[in-house]
């Protein structure tokens, strides 16, 4: 394997990836105070005395990312030299090919924030207009068409990639890790968690530029999470879950790295046939109890979250929030510790 391109001493990744974390994390104070001075909140279902949180955190961390990797391109444009102008372009344009796909989502999803929780996109548009926003990365043709199937070994699919690949793999991205939320920090420390995982792939496959897309994510993740770990000041609607969804995908196809992705998405998959499994009727969130501890709002089974509470509870006999969260983390982290050593 040839030597990475970056080093983490390199300002390159350090000033984008400082800018990143800088900004959301001084912007979201401003945020959460003009949110709550609008009416711009939502209730923390999951405490007994459902306090009224500022949304649309989402807004914040997208912009966050957005200015990483703007000052990413302004020093490489500026500042480092390329061997060959040509592969710099190409580069770039897959990169705001990428930006352009998260942009739309964003835009997706606080069209859904703004109708309202109950009110919002309904199921059925959601995938349509996510597998749409992938236009960009389609058109440039983004990623490898060459895929490695078990069995099979590596089958080049060809325009098939652009063509279906891309949209479902942005589709379907976007809308699973929209479905494993509710929890005071889950969303932004999954995202952290996973592209973590595939920013490190990345760089250790000489694919440095992904690798700064991704920690620039992470950095504007960690940043939010900070307002939105338990007990959470900022939630971040579905303009976040989306968006991070998406930008999982779009570093999985430009980074080539799809199947460590997918791995990566194994509660996303639990988490939908158990959903799948309550005709995507029942809600994520438990019943607190007078001590904020965690009870099942269900008899059975219908999201990880319930697992791990039914869990919790048996083993001692209380389940709190930050434990439920923290547990699920563990989990995740696991799979991305397996991934990591296949892939």
């Known amino acids: 394997m040839a030597a990475p391109n970056i080093t983490i001493s390199n300002p390159l990744i350090i000033i984008s990836i400082i800018v990143s974390f800088a900004s959301c994390f001084l912007m979201l104070p401003y945020w959460i105070r003009r949110a709550k001075k609008t009416g711009l909140t939502g209730k923390d279902m999951n405490k007994k005395d459902k306090p009224e949180v500022a949304e649309l955190g989402g807004v914040v961390v997208i912009a966050g990312f957005l200015l990483g990797v703007l000052v990413y391109l302004a020093i490489d444009t500026f500042y480092l030299k390329h061997s060959s102008i040509e592969m710099q372009l190409n580069r770039d344009l897959k990169i705001a090919a990428g930006l352009l796909t998260l942009m739309i989502i964003t835009i997706i999803g606080l069209v859904d924030d703004i109708l309202g929780w109950k009110i919002g996109l309904r199921q059925w548009q959601k995938p349509i207009l996510a597998a749409f926003a992938a236009l960009p990365l389609m058109v440039v043709n983004s990623g490898t068409s060459q895929i490695a199937l078990p069995l099979i070994g590596v089958i080049d699919v060809g325009i098939l990639f652009p063509l279906i690949v891309i949209p479902i793999a942005i589709s379907g991205a976007s809308n699973a890790f929209n479905m494993l939320a509710g ?4 969303e932004a420390g999954m995202g952290i968690i996973i592209l973590s995982a595939l920013g490190y792939r990345a760089w250790a496959n000489d694919i440095g530029w992904v690798a700064i897309m ?8 960690i940043a939010f999470y900070f307002y939105n770990k338990y007990p959470a000041k900022i939630f971040p609607g579905d303009t976040m879950t989306y968006s991070v969804g998406a930008s999982i995908a779009i570093i ?3 980074g080539n790295i799809e199947r460590l992705a997918l791995f990566l998405f194994i509660p996303y998959f639990l988490e939908f046939i158990l959903k799948f499994r309550g005709l995507m009727q029942k809600e994520s969130f438990a019943i607190p109890n007078e001590d904020n501890s965690l009870r099942k709002p269900y008899e059975k089974f219908y999201g990880i979250e319930h697992v791990v ?3 919790l509870t048996k083993i001692k006999k ?3 929030e930050k434990e439920v969260v923290y547990t699920i983390f563990a989990f995740e982290a696991v799979i991305a510790v397996i991934g990591l050593s296949i892939w």
Do not use: H, P
Not at 183 to 186: A, D, K, Q, V, W
Not at 215 to 220: F, P, R, T, Y
């Open 318 to 320: 209380k389940a709190f």
């Open 214 to 221: 991704a920690g620039c994510m992470v950095a504007a993740l």
């Open 309 to 311: 509470i039914g869990l």
């Open 183 to 186: 929890y005071n920090g889950i």
């Open 252 to 254: 999985a196809i430009l």
